[in-house]
């Protein structure tokens, strides 16, 4: 049974810092491309970042600079960095597990709130 778990969430500051965690079992996770996804309400999922099994990696623009994917394979686990958050930041935050067409796996998101 596939499952990503999501965790890290939570309600910070403008300017302030989370980190999310995604542990994956099920999966051959080391050859799955692993990406955040976020969702704000009234709003379409968009892609944040994604990381190849070889280490490749990429962001969407707005967080640029700000945010940093990782993944470390020994612990079956995925990052997500997030630095200097604003409030358009504020969305439900998605962990996708994905290799080739047939094997495409979602968490049930973790909340991240930007306010003061």
């Known amino acids: 049974q596939v499952q990503l778990v999501e965790s890290g969430g939570g309600l910070v500051q403008p300017g302030g810092s989370l980190r999310l965690s995604c542990a994956a079992s099920?999966?051959?996770?080391?050859?799955?491309?692993m990406g955040w996804y976020r969702q704000a309400p009234g709003k379409q999922r968009e892609l944040v970042a994604t990381i190849s099994s070889g280490g490749s990696i990429n962001y969407v623009d707005s967080v640029k600079g700000r945010f940093t994917i990782s993944r470390d394979n020994a612990k079956n686990t995925l990052y997500l960095q997030m630095n200097s958050l604003k409030p358009e930041d504020t969305a439900v935050y998605y962990c996708?597990?994905?290799?080739?067409?047939?094997?495409?796996?979602w968490g049930q998101g973790t909340q991240v709130t930007v306010s003061s």
């Open positions: 099920g999966i051959f996770f080391s050859s799955y491309v």
């Open positions: 996708n597990g994905r290799r080739g067409f047939s094997h495409d796996y």
